[in-house]
């Protein structure tokens, strides 16, 4: 969000001429957001840090609200990639996360205004005197028809709930690092290097940071501490339950930030693989494995879920995580684009994936393993429906309780997350991003 009250580097109108052509390149939804944004910094390095964000923050206010937003802009003139940014900018002044007193908001409205002509000045006060009352539906949930009919099947009457908490920004959760550091140690050192955090409810290794601050330079993240990941991502972590001298597999290990996790439950005992089909991802896990202090992982490219390290391997691991690739709507507080480029079909394709991946993976587990099933999808074709037909098609597994699992590891209000016997994280309950994850034990 533009800060107020300094001289700002780049004159109004430049600043709404670089937001149009951001929200244009990212409207074609030909790569992820955050790809999109990065390449555009790199493009044009002479944005300074309050430009970046007021950039960022923009074009993620159109990708949160573009029905809405669409909706408005034939009722506009010019360009419509300007139209869409120049609402988009508008609404990341009022948001609650920007922190803006009153003082400011008026000042960054000023400042916006600036750079408006006269009719795009009157164009978006009438669309600010607007009343959600009175939108159509589809304006105010602002998700495609696809996706509200599962979730409305799914939640009732909690679906606007959901709706709202999607529109929030996601908070910043830490995992320390149990192999070499306590959380109460950490926190204080945290707090004085200016990072205030709170314990995370469920989660014994998660720290939640107030605000924004810079992580990079912290002594604590510098000496491998804490890394950044999301309370939910660390229950999956924690559901594995892996013990002192086991043979362990992350099956779909990307960044690694649940392997790091695992690799510290096992006190650097034993060996943990660290599986995936893209080397690129993995490459994202070395620099992290080495502040970790971390030396019985193995990471490792996978050519697919049958390839001959799986072969050599079958019958032999004491637990299994697969973190399948999935949808990822769970994370539409941080990728609200994930709603505009997954479709029904590619749902169903993924499902498809995510049956044969946690299939081949099976095969790993010893007789008295563990297989832990997870996605960040909120939905339940790529969540129950994979997890009830592996158990039908696999008797030699036994489904496991999540909710008693969880309480044995001493989570507290461990029933309150799960729904039957998978658990079922959702952001307007737990306040993280969505997760499902499903636990078998081999007999």
Request: hydrophobic share 40%; proline share 6%; net charge positive.
């Amino acid at each position: 969000m533009l800060q107020v009250g300094q001289s700002p580097p780049m004159h109004p109108k430049a600043l709404l001429e670089a937001s149009s052509e951001l929200v244009r390149l990212t409207l074609k939804f030909d790569h992820p957001t955050d790809a999109i944004v990065a390449r555009f910094f790199r493009d044009n390095r002479g944005l300074g840090p309050r430009e970046r964000a007021t950039l960022t923050d923009t074009v993620y206010a159109v990708l949160r609200y573009k029905l809405l937003f669409e909706h408005f802009a034939p009722s506009g003139s010019g360009p419509r990639e300007r139209r869409l940014a120049i609402l988009g900018l508008a609404h990341s002044q009022k948001d609650p996360g920007a922190r803006l007193n009153a003082a400011q908001t008026q000042a960054a409205a000023d400042f916006l205004r600036s750079a408006l002509t006269e009719q795009e000045s009157a164009w978006l006060e009438q669309c600010q005197q607007i009343q959600s009352s009175d939108l159509l539906e589809r304006h105010r949930h602002n998700l495609p028809e696809w996706l509200v009919t599962p979730l409305r099947e799914t939640l009732g009457a909690e679906f606007w709930p959901l709706v709202n908490s999607l529109d929030q920004m996601a908070p910043l959760d830490l995992r320390v690092n149990a192999l070499n550091d306590k959380r109460p140690e950490v926190q204080k050192e945290l707090k004085a290097s200016g990072i205030e955090t709170t314990p995370t409810p469920y989660s014994p290794w998660g720290l939640r940071v107030k605000g924004k601050p810079s992580l990079a330079k912290a002594p604590a993240f510098v000496r491998g501490a804490v890394e950044v990941q999301d309370e939910g991502s660390q229950l999956l972590a924690l559901l594995l339950d892996a013990k002192r001298g086991e043979m362990v597999v992350d099956f779909c290990a990307g960044a690694g930030g649940k392997t790091l996790a695992i690799g510290a439950a096992m006190r650097n005992t034993g060996r943990l693989y660290a599986f995936d089909t893209s080397a690129h991802r993995l490459d994202a896990l070395k620099p992290r494995l080495a502040r970790s202090g971390l030396s019985n992982v193995h990471p490792a490219a996978l050519a697919h879920e049958r390839d001959d390290r799986i072969k050599r391997l079958a019958g032999k691991i004491d637990r299994v995580l697969v973190d399948a690739p999935c949808s990822g709507l769970g994370t539409l507080r941080r990728h609200p684009d994930l709603k505009w480029r997954q479709t029904e079909k590619s749902v169903a394709e993924l499902a498809t994936m995510q049956s044969a991946i946690l299939q081949s993976a099976a095969r790993l587990l010893k007789p008295g393993g563990r297989l832990v099933y997870a996605t960040c999808s909120l939905l339940a074709q790529e969540n129950e429906a994979v997890a009830q037909a592996f158990s039908q098609a696999n008797p030699d597994f036994t489904a496991l309780d999540v909710g008693e699992v969880l309480s044995e590891l001493k989570v507290d209000d461990a029933a309150t997350l799960c729904s039957g016997p998978y658990l079922r994280l959702w952001p307007q309950r737990h306040g993280t991003d969505g997760f499902f994850a499903a636990v078998w034990q081999r007999k």
